[in-house]
């Protein structure tokens, strides 16, 4: 059974990595990543629009699928060489988070839902991928 992933970061480093097929978390390490298997759902949530802003964005930025392969390491220059793996992103448009709060498992009951999120990768039951992904949809379509 495959399982449902939210990583976090910025909407700016989300779509570098929308655009190279790729995610990256954690600032990089490989550890979280191999926690993914092929066919895993992943979603990320993007509290900031930008690295370090203080531009509160609090949405759902991007959803796909795991695909086959390990972590890899890139040379990004300055001596940063994080681990990324290959995503199959999906066609959508970032969703607001606080609409589809009651319908995620993972904060329900709790107004303090986002410490979950603080270690930038978290598994959550597939409904709430679900979720995610058709509100993600919904916004693509006007709705």
């Given at each position: 059974?495959?399982?449902?992933?939210?990583?976090?970061?910025?909407?700016?480093?989300?779509?570098?990595?929308?655009?190279?097929?790729?995610?990256?978390?954690?600032?990089?390490?490989?550890?979280?990543?191999?926690?993914?298997?092929?066919?895993?759902?992943?979603?990320?949530y993007s509290p900031t629009s930008s690295f370090?802003?203080?531009?509160?964005?609090?949405?759902f930025t991007a959803v796909g699928t795991v695909?086959?392969?390990?972590?890899?390491?890139?040379?990004?220059?300055?001596?940063?060489?994080?681990?990324?793996?290959?995503?199959?992103?999906?066609?959508?448009?970032?969703?607001?988070?606080?609409?589809?709060?009651?319908?995620?498992?993972?904060?329900?009951?709790?107004?303090?839902?986002?410490?979950?999120?603080?270690?930038?990768?978290?598994?959550?039951?597939?409904?709430?991928?679900?979720?995610?992904?058709d509100a993600m949809r919904a916004c693509a379509?006007?709705?």
């Amino acid at each position: 059974m495959n399982r449902a992933w939210i990583a976090i970061a910025s909407a700016e480093h989300v779509r570098r990595g929308v655009a190279g097929g790729f995610a990256q978390v954690c600032h990089g390490k490989a550890a979280p990543l191999r926690r993914l298997a092929p066919g895993d759902a992943i979603a990320y949530y993007s509290p900031t629009s930008s690295f370090g802003g203080r531009d509160a964005l609090r949405a759902f930025t991007a959803v796909g699928t795991v695909r086959d392969g390990a972590p890899y390491a890139v040379d990004m220059g300055g001596g940063f060489v994080p681990f990324r793996r290959d995503v199959d992103w999906l066609e959508a448009v970032p969703a607001p988070i606080a609409p589809l709060l009651p319908r995620l498992s993972f904060a329900a009951g709790t107004p303090h839902w986002g410490a979950r999120l603080r270690f930038g990768l978290l598994e959550v039951d597939p409904d709430d991928l679900a979720v995610v992904r058709d509100a993600m949809r919904a916004c693509a379509a006007g709705g």
